[in-house]
């Protein structure tokens, strides 16, 4: 979703355009986190619910986002991966990105595990508690 904003907009529009996926996905980690709640209980209807979104995702996509023209052809080249990989910038930003990533991984986990153990949280209410997260990161 970033690389289709970063392709499709410029400027001003660019920096809206990042900011409404930030509110996408913030958005659909609450309401993820809240429908995971309820379909706990069978995990046939959580991986047909699953399977559904994801249908519909690639259905939505397909028909009404298009890509720009790229002056390049377009085919992936092993020299375009070297080249991209001596870039010292892009080396920083995937090692920034997975930092970033491992230490947000370790939020759910240890905190299921903290407000199970030391708050008395039944384990069915953690998703309810995480999308509450999201939900005022969404809000606000």
């Known amino acids: 979703s970033q690389a289709y904003v970063s392709d499709m907009t410029s400027g001003r529009a660019r920096v809206e ?7 996408g996905i913030n ?16 995990y046939v209807l959580a991986f047909s619910v699953t399977a559904g979104v994801f249908t519909l995702s690639l259905t939505l996509f397909t028909l009404f986002l298009r890509e720009k ?3 390049a052809s377009g085919r992936f080249t092993l020299g375009a991966v070297r080249t991209l990989a001596a870039n010292r910038e892009f080396r920083t930003l995937c090692l920034s990105t997975l930092l970033i990533g ?9 905190t299921s595990i903290y407000v199970t153990l030391h708050v008395g949280l039944a384990v069915a209410g953690i998703p309810f508690l995480i999308a509450l997260n999201g939900g005022l990161v969404f809000r606000f």
């Open 17 to 23: 355009g990042f900011g409404l996926v930030r509110v």
């Open 27 to 42: 958005g659909g980690w609450a309401l993820g986190l809240v429908l995971h709640g309820l379909l706990t209980q069978s």
């Open 69 to 71: 023209p790229h002056a």
């Open 102 to 110: 491992v230490v947000a991984s370790q939020l759910v986990p240890s």
